[in-house]
């Protein structure tokens, strides 16, 4: 008989109802699933506090959806339509309904002061080192709107282009050596512990720079620069990609951040200026000869260019 189950196994069915509603949550909660259901953190300060956000908002709404969904579930069934049964006639709670309306009121202005808090330690950045890059020279003096609290980082132009990302280190423009303003594809070669500010602009469509180990998405927009930043503790690779379509090859659109140790980074930075410096001096001696034969590519111009 449904409808006369004893007292003690009617409170035991109701606690195995509530089960049934939170464990799912609880199984779900971001602890379990930390990597499937929060963004990507352990490469740059931004990206850790945009994950610390994430997670509060994400435990607080698990908070919630629990507590309605239980409650929900539990009258469902408490107070289901049962024979002989009547349904009392109310009109509103005017205590429960103040007291929703007040609590989620109160969790979104929680909600909106952490956020606000934590974007700043999202948008500004920090000051260099310690270990870091010798930012003293004068050419690490950074420009641009976003600037670190001492006004000193290592400074690159991210350029999108379909599709592939240039990145140009400013800082060295002119170059130390003379050899021309360094610049590298795809891969991005920077100094642990040495904060780095990005611009980011675009030479044709808009795209859009995202490592998601290192912060947020930052748009590529022709005509207008995007500033971004971040500093990494760790040495390693950190993969991305364009995040915005863009094109027929926005798929193949890749990044790649690699962070190196000081000494590492300022010698790779010369052998990409010397690299960079011999396919200028080739092209230029193709060119010539190309120029001098009239137009006529003779086979020790196929042979050597
Ligand atoms: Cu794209």
């Known amino acids: 008989m449904r409808g006369h189950l ?16 939170t464990v799912p949550g609880l199984a779900f909660a971001p602890s379990a699933l930390a990597s499937a259901l929060t963004p990507e953190k352990g490469g740059s300060p931004a990206a850790n506090h945009i994950w610390s956000l994430y997670l509060i908002t994400l435990i607080i709404a698990t908070v919630v959806f629990a507590g309605v969904e ?11 339509a049962r024979k002989g049964r009547e349904a009392k006639q109310l009109h509103g709670n005017t205590q429960l309904e103040i007291g929703w ?14 956020t606000f808090l934590d974007l700043r330690e999202v948008r500004d950045p920090v000051n260099s080192g310690p270990g870091g890059l010798d930012l003293s ?3 690490y003096v950074t420009t641009g709107s976003l600037k670190p609290p001492n006004g000193r980082a290592l400074t690159i132009d991210v350029i999108g282009m379909q599709f592939i990302w240039q990145y140009v280190y400013k800082n060295y423009s002119p170059s130390p ?7 590298s594809y795809y891969q991005m070669v920077v100094p642990t512990n040495t904060t780095v500010i ?4 675009s030479k044709d469509v808009v795209h859009e720079w995202w490592i998601p180990k290192l912060g947020a998405k930052v748009q590529a927009v022709p005509g207008y620069t995007n500033y971004t930043w971040f500093k990494i503790s760790k040495p390693g690779n950190y993969a991305g990609q364009c995040s915005f379509l863009c094109g027929r090859g926005h798929a193949r659109m890749i990044a790649e951040v690699t962070a190196v140790p000081p000494a590492k980074f300022i ?3 010369h052998s990409q200026e010397s690299a960079l410096h011999s396919a200028d001096v080739h092209a230029e001696a193709c060119r010539q000869e190309l120029n001098s034969s009239g137009g006529s590519q003779s086979g020790e111009f196929a042979k050597n260019c």
């Open 267 to 269: 010698g790779w930075l």
């Open 101 to 114: 309306t007040v609590g989620a009121a109160l969790v979104l202005v929680a909600l909106a002061v952490v």
């Open 177 to 183: 050596d003379g050899l021309g303003t360094p610049y």
């Open 6 to 21: 004893p007292q003690a196994l009617r409170g035991r069915r109701t606690l195995a109802v509530f089960a049934l509603a």
């Open 137 to 139: 020279g004068s050419q």
């Open 198 to 201: 990005l611009h980011v602009s």
């Open 70 to 80: 239980g409650t929900l579930l539990y009258c469902l069934i408490r107070f289901r």
